[in-house]
């Protein structure tokens, strides 16, 4: 029997997407309002909280692990669509999201929405699965598939989809941010396989209306 995503992320073992350090955080207050987009059970939000970090967010579309967060705000929502108002949060992460969000589309509008809810000169945190050597047999079947490279059906059945430097480039400064710190690293999946990623700090630029 084959499994979906949702299924997968509840057998499988935590990933090793890079967690944010203080220095990604340089200059926040421990008071500042951050959001964790595709929080699950927290995992980000409590290393934000052993921080010292105290007005946390999250944001879920899956409802089931939002109930084991008592030490922050949280909401079932989609990433593309967030509710909350323009301007609100001082840090928004991204860490693990995005291999779940296939469509081109979504993608954007995701960072769209950390833009749309981001103060001028907040932080953006992105951690995200790269495309890398190991899944090169993966993403050439998944071009047959699904018609695009990075795409690709993992073995237990799940649909995910890895991005590129230039694509994730392009998200970060379409929707309004300056990058201003890039680095790929070696990533670790749920199941304990070897990856790539990128981990970036960016900052939303001054509006020009």
């Not at 840090?91 to 999201?97: M, S």
Request: proline residues 4%.
């Amino acid at each position: 029997m084959r499994l979906n995503n949702l299924e997968i992320w509840k057998k499988g073992r935590p990933y090793s997407a890079p967690l944010p350090s203080i220095n990604n955080l340089e200059g926040l207050p421990r008071t500042a309002p951050l959001l964790d987009i595709g929080c699950g059970y927290g995992r980000l939000l409590n290393h934000l909280r052993i921080m010292g970090f105290n007005n946390l967010y999250g944001v879920d579309f899956i409802t089931e692990p939002l109930h084991s967060i008592n030490y922050a705000k949280v909401v079932a929502a989609n990433a593309e669509a967030l509710p909350f108002k323009e301007k609100v949060f001082m840090g928004t992460f991204l860490v693990g999201v995005l291999s779940n969000i296939l469509e081109d589309e979504k993608r954007k509008k995701v960072f769209l929405e950390a833009s749309r809810i981001s103060k001028e000169n907040g932080i953006l945190f992105v951690s995200a699965f790269a495309i890398n050597r190991y899944y090169k047999e993966k993403y050439e079947a998944g071009i047959k598939e699904f018609g695009k490279y990075g795409i690709f059906r993992s073995n237990s059945g799940g649909i995910f989809r890895h991005v590129s430097e230039k694509e994730i480039k392009e998200l970060i400064s379409g929707a309004g941010f300056k990058i201003i710190k890039f680095q790929k690293l070696p990533f670790t999946t749920m199941h304990g396989n070897p990856a790539e990623g990128f981990v970036i700090t960016a900052r939303k630029l001054a509006s020009l209306s």
